[in-house]
């Protein structure tokens, strides 16, 4: 059910700026959602189509790509993706002082519109 106040965010979102461009019908909306988010794709676009219905974003399709989980180095600054710790520690340096700056995100990359 966290899938509907995020889809709800994201349609407002996208209606505000269809509006500002004068679009009549919008018939994808690119997202970038990290690995480590809870959406799943398929409830995602459930509810876009339903929240979407009788709109100008009805029958639009969600077109969802997955982002690593990003960790970053608090020690020597070099970030990497989550999977390529040895041991928990930093490839580059050794340090375990590690910080999660990217995976539980979700944004919109763009939309094509009509």
Request: charged fraction near 20%.
């Amino acid at each position: 059910m966290h899938e509907l106040s995020v889809i709800n965010s994201i349609h407002s979102i996208v209606l505000r700026h269809a509006a500002l461009h004068k679009v009549r019908k919008i018939t994808a909306i690119h997202l970038e959602v990290g690995a480590l988010s809870d959406l799943e794709d398929r409830w995602m676009q459930h509810y876009f189509d339903f929240i979407s219905k009788g709109g100008i974003a009805e029958g639009a399709r969600l077109v969802i790509e997955r982002t690593p989980a990003v960790m970053q180095c608090a020690d020597c600054g070099s970030s990497f993706e989550m999977g390529k710790t040895r041991d928990g520690c930093c490839p580059q340096c050794g340090s375990k002082s590690l910080a999660l700056v990217g995976g539980k995100q979700y944004l919109i990359k763009n939309m094509e519109a009509l």
